[in-house]
């Protein structure tokens, strides 16, 4: 209720989280409310930790402050992933999200570690920690506002797809846990001298390190190229094949160059004896009603196919009996039957798995195969075989 209330009096067409403008203010508000909420919760867990000489409160502190600085750098991610395309940058500059996440999951492990040496240090050189019943219900109220925040970056994360402010909402839901044993341990030393809160600081300092890896590895990977979303590929292909006289598609590449700013090839199966420029209107047409309606921009490659006489579709049927039962191949796509009399080359394109096919052949093992199965059968023909990986 009140992350409505927000976004309905800070962002205007909020509903319209296709525009670039309305995402960075979404991303904004995000940040400017992780600063505010964040400082707050500092200032309390520092005055309650100095008090009650408390290590494990003071790195909760810190932890906080580490996410306010984190709000700002998200900040600064979404102005400049706003910036518009320019001559060096020609699809924009998006991807400034994710370094943005990169960098608050590389500053929360910088303090979870520099507390794990306090911690160790408070083991060693215990010091006794002065309970009382104020500070204590302070803790209890940072917790609530800690889920409230998380719960609130990833409404807004949800929302814009955004992984800054994702991550920003599983940061926040750690800072839960974390706060959570602090405030055990805080209430564990009114009634043991056991220097427990060196231990508790202990396990909040790598309970923040192991979040803080976490999200480097869940921001990292659309840098260095992931699968595209199984849900975004189904479309593309379902929707190109929707429209008359395309019937197959292969080779579907989407490359991601931040949220909202994706692009996608594709090759479209044809018939060979259509006209040219028909089906290039149909082709033309499909690129720009799908690039709409996904939000993405898609070029379409043409695929002739042979009309299947008796004698290609006797030879794509064996063939297809051929690939069938071999586990490394996922699909067989272009297939053709080229020249005349006894010198004819049989071509097609395989699609494989390269991490399985890798584990049991190599490429030209697996081709190997496959001609001397083929040749068995057609010892006429020339067999011209392409590898194609997976993308998707």
Same mark, same amino acid.
């Given at each position: 209720m009140i992350s409505n209330f927000l976004v309905k009096k800070f962002i205007k067409n909020?509903?319209?989280?296709?525009?670039?403008? *309305?995402?960075?203010?979404?991303? *904004? +508000?995000?940040?400017? *409310?992780?600063?505010? !909420?964040?400082?707050?919760?500092?200032?309390?867990?520092?005055?309650? #930790?100095?008090?009650?000489?408390?290590?494990?409160?003071?790195?909760? %502190?810190?932890?906080? =402050?580490?996410?306010? %600085?984190?709000?700002?750098?998200?900040?600064?991610?979404?102005?400049? %992933?706003?910036?518009?395309?320019?001559?060096?940058?020609?699809?924009?500059?998006?991807?400034?999200?994710?370094?943005?996440?990169?960098?608050?999951?590389?500053?929360?492990?910088? *303090?979870?570690?520099?507390? !794990?040496?306090?911690?160790?240090?408070?083991? +060693?050189?215990?010091?006794?920690?002065?309970?009382?019943? !104020?500070?204590?219900?302070?803790? =209890?109220?940072?917790?609530?506002?800690? =889920?409230?925040?998380?719960?609130?970056?990833?409404?807004?994360?949800?929302?814009?797809?955004?992984?800054?402010?994702?991550?920003?909402?599983?940061?926040?839901? #750690?800072?839960?846990?974390?706060?959570s044993c602090v405030t055990i341990s805080f209430l564990a030393s009114k009634f043991t001298s056991f220097p427990i809160d060196g231990y508790f600081g202990l396990i909040v300092a790598v309970f923040i390190v192991y979040s803080g890896y976490t999200l480097i590895k869940e921001t990292i990977n659309p840098i260095l190229g992931e699968a595209p979303d199984p849900e975004l590929v189904n479309s593309i292909k379902e929707m190109v094949l929707s429209y008359e006289h395309i019937t197959g598609v292969h080779d579907l590449i989407v490359h991601n160059y931040g949220p909202g700013r994706c692009m996608a090839s594709i090759h479209a199966e044809i018939p060979s004896d259509i006209s040219v420029m028909k089906i290039h209107e149909i082709i033309d047409t499909a690129e720009r009603e799908i690039s709409s309606k996904l939000n993405i921009y898609l070029v379409i490659h043409m695929d002739p196919i042979c009309v299947f006489t008796d004698e290609v579709k006797l030879a794509y049927d064996e063939i297809n009996k051929i690939i069938k039962y071999n586990p490394l191949i996922k699909s067989m796509h272009d297939f053709r039957v080229v020249g005349e009399g006894k010198k004819k080359n049989l071509i097609f394109d395989i699609v494989v798995n390269p991490e399985n096919l890798k584990k049991i052949m190599s490429v030209d093992e697996l081709k190997e195969d496959i001609i001397a199965a083929i040749k068995s059968i057609h010892p006429e023909y020339n067999c011209i075989i392409t590898i194609d990986n997976d993308y998707v």
């Open positions: 909020s509903e319209d989280i296709k525009s670039e403008k *309305v995402r960075s203010t979404y991303g *904004v +508000l995000g940040g400017v *409310v992780g600063i505010i !909420i964040n400082l707050i919760l500092f200032a309390i867990k520092l005055t309650v #930790g100095v008090v009650a000489s408390s290590i494990a409160i003071m790195a909760d %502190a810190f932890n906080n =402050l580490s996410d306010a %600085a984190s709000s700002i750098v998200t900040i600064i991610g979404f102005k400049m %992933a706003d910036k518009p395309a320019d001559a060096e940058h020609p699809f924009g500059h998006g991807r400034m999200e994710y370094i943005s996440a990169l960098i608050v999951a590389f500053m929360v492990m910088l *303090v979870g570690i520099q507390f !794990i040496k306090s911690s160790f240090e408070r083991i +060693l050189n215990p010091v006794s920690i002065t309970f009382e019943f !104020i500070p204590f219900i302070l803790l =209890l109220v940072s917790i609530l506002f800690k =889920l409230w925040l998380s719960r609130f970056n990833k409404f807004i994360g949800n929302t814009i797809n955004s992984s800054a402010l994702k991550a920003a909402s599983v940061d926040a839901l #750690g800072d839960v846990f974390t706060s």
